[in-house]
């Protein structure tokens, strides 16, 4: 089971950092991943995560603004954002892969439990 948080409003240039925490014992074998999907639009990747921390992935929207880690103790993985953007309104989605290998997929479908979401509004 995934738990999305750290959503909010906020205005443009400012950072916020979602969490996602786990409630599996064995989630540090798990690729996870962010997703989004805003009003009217498909679900899009946002970043990933390899189980080790040692490869992530971002998706060029975010590619110097967002920043994906994950604390393998805590059984959390984080979005740092900065830099945000009206466009970057979407309710966020952490996702994890029972997959214990260094690619990180961009396919939604490749990925077995899904968090709520939490929503970020980023005002003009």
């Known amino acids: 089971q995934l738990q999305a948080s750290g959503g909010g409003l906020v205005q443009a240039g400012d950072s916020l950092r979602l969490s996602c925490a786990a409630s599996?014992?064995?989630?540090?074998?798990?690729?996870a991943a962010w997703f989004r999907q805003a009003p009217g639009k498909e679900r899009e990747f946002v970043a990933g995560?390899?189980?080790?921390?040692?490869?992530?992935w971002n998706a060029e929207s975010v590619k110097g603004r967002f920043t994906i880690s994950r604390d393998n103790a805590k059984n959390t993985v984080y979005l740092q954002t900065s830099s945000l953007k009206p466009e970057d309104t979407a309710a966020y989605y952490c996702?994890?892969?029972?997959?214990?290998?260094?690619?990180?997929?961009?396919?939604?479908?490749?990925?077995?439990?899904w968090g709520q979401g939490t929503l970020v509004t980023v005002s003009s």
């Open positions: 996702a994890a892969r029972n997959y214990a290998g260094n690619l990180v997929s961009r396919n939604s479908d490749d990925y077995d439990y």
């Open positions: 995560i390899s189980w080790s921390g040692g490869s992530t």
């Open positions: 599996a014992r064995t989630f540090n074998i798990y690729t």
